[in-house]
T-cell receptor
Framework: ETGVTQSPTHLIKTRGQQVTLRCSSQ?????VSWYQQALGQGPQFIFQ???????GRGNFPPRFSGLQFPNYSSELNVNALELDDSALYLC????????????FGQGTRLTVV | GEDVEQSLFLSVREGDSSVINCTYT??????LYWYKQEPGAGLQLLTY?????DMKQDQRLTVLLNKKDKHLSLRIADTQTGDSAIYFC?????????????FGKGTKLSVKP
């Protein structure tokens, strides 16, 4: 059983650019959630995807968007990057949307300069 | 609004017990969680407790829940240097699943030999 994998591990982008982060969910899991963790803070919920549909969204602007594919892997896209978008982006997968246990990937460290 | 509060730092000696405290505001939370994050890593689920329980024990970990006071604690018995990490308390958001978790800012546990 493979765990949750995220790519890339580190990324540096310039303000105004666009970025795509990727997440492969754990085998058999159909639900993926994305979180943003700024330095020294706890993770903040961005959105969740369940069976390729958005299933809840946190307080993030529309320039944060996502996709989930038929194999349940997922992408997080951020347009018009701002300096404050610099953070660790975490992906978590769970067996299904109502499941109590979710498993986190190692995260992607995004730096916006 | 929903909020989770934790003290930021805790220092203990190896072999002692550690107690990390957390308060939350959303009385409708179905589950409450403890996560561990080591430097440069993602989140590891340590344990969780259903809101109708008041205690849960799992090897060296004991979780106590006081629902009236909205207070959650994590006790680590016989703390080891490998337990040094940041510990996050989290409550379940909409739907009670782990997809929408509200995290505290984390408590940095330092274990001195």
């Amino acid at each position: 059983e493979t765990g949750v994998t995220q790519s890339p591990t580190h990324l540096i982008k310039t303000r105004g650019q666009q970025v795509t982060l990727r997440c492969s969910s754990q085998s058999g899991h159909n639900t993926v959630s994305w979180y943003q963790q700024a330095l020294g803070q706890g993770p903040q919920f961005i959105f969740q995807y369940y069976r390729e549909e958005e299933n809840g969204r946190g307080n993030f602007p529309p320039r944060f968007s996502g996709l989930q594919f038929p194999n349940y892997s997922s992408e997080l896209n951020v347009n018009a990057l701002e300096l404050d978008d610099s953070a660790l982006y975490l992906c978590a997968s769970s067996l299904t949307a109502g499941n109590t246990e979710a498993f986190f990937g190692q995260g992607t460290r995004l730096t916006v300069v | 609004g929903e909020d989770v509060e934790q003290s930021l730092f805790l220092s203990v000696r190896e072999g002692d017990s550690s107690v990390i405290n957390c308060t939350y505001t959303d009385s409708s939370s179905t589950y409450l969680y403890w996560y561990k994050q080591e430097p440069g890593a993602g989140l590891q689920l340590l344990t969780y407790i259903f809101s109708n329980m008041d205690m849960k024990q799992d090897q060296r970990l004991t979780v106590l829940l006081n629902k009236k006071d909205k207070h959650l604690s994590l006790r680590i018995a016989d703390t080891q240097t490998g337990d040094s990490a940041i510990y996050f308390c989290a409550e379940s958001g909409y739907g009670g699943s782990q997809g929408n978790l509200i995290f505290g800012k984390g408590t940095k546990l330092s274990v001195k030999p």
